[in-house]
């Protein structure tokens, strides 16, 4: 699982780099326009001007995998996270 993607940046776009992943490969930005933050892969873009004392911030844990799970109770399958160790292979879904 991964993060939720939550916009797009253009090419020749830019963003304030607001700050970094611990190993350096994720940026923490400021979305032009939006007021929000969110990171982006420092493999996807490029950086210009001086990062050296710019903040490191831990990344917030992956959201957990949730599944279809049959429940004997509701007689159906329902959305469950984290998936029971039983469940049957299906797609994804959010609880």
Same mark, same amino acid.
């Given at each position: 699982?991964? @993060?939720? /993607? !939550?916009?797009?940046? @253009? &090419?020749? $776009?830019?963003?304030?780099?607001?700050?970094?992943?611990?190993? =350096?490969?994720?940026?923490? /930005?400021?979305?032009? %326009?939006? +007021?929000?933050?969110?990171?982006?892969? %420092?493999?996807?873009? $490029?950086?210009? %001007?001086?990062?050296?004392? !710019?903040? /490191? @911030?831990?990344?917030?844990? #992956?959201?957990?995998?949730?599944?279809?799970?049959? *429940?004997? $109770? $509701? +007689? &159906? *399958? !329902?959305? #469950?996270?984290?998936?029971?160790?039983?469940? +049957?292979? =299906?797609?994804?879904?959010?609880?």
């Amino acid at each position: 699982m991964v @993060y939720e /993607i !939550v916009t797009s940046l @253009y &090419q020749g $776009q830019t963003a304030r780099v607001e700050g970094r992943s611990a190993e =350096g490969t994720w940026w923490w /930005i400021l979305l032009p %326009g939006l +007021q929000a933050h969110c990171w982006v892969a %420092g493999s996807t873009v $490029q950086v210009s %001007g001086d990062t050296a004392g !710019v903040t /490191i @911030y831990e990344a917030p844990p #992956t959201p957990v995998p949730a599944c279809w799970a049959w *429940n004997p $109770q $509701q +007689q &159906q *399958n !329902v959305c #469950t996270s984290p998936c029971p160790p039983d469940a +049957q292979p =299906g797609g994804a879904c959010s609880p």
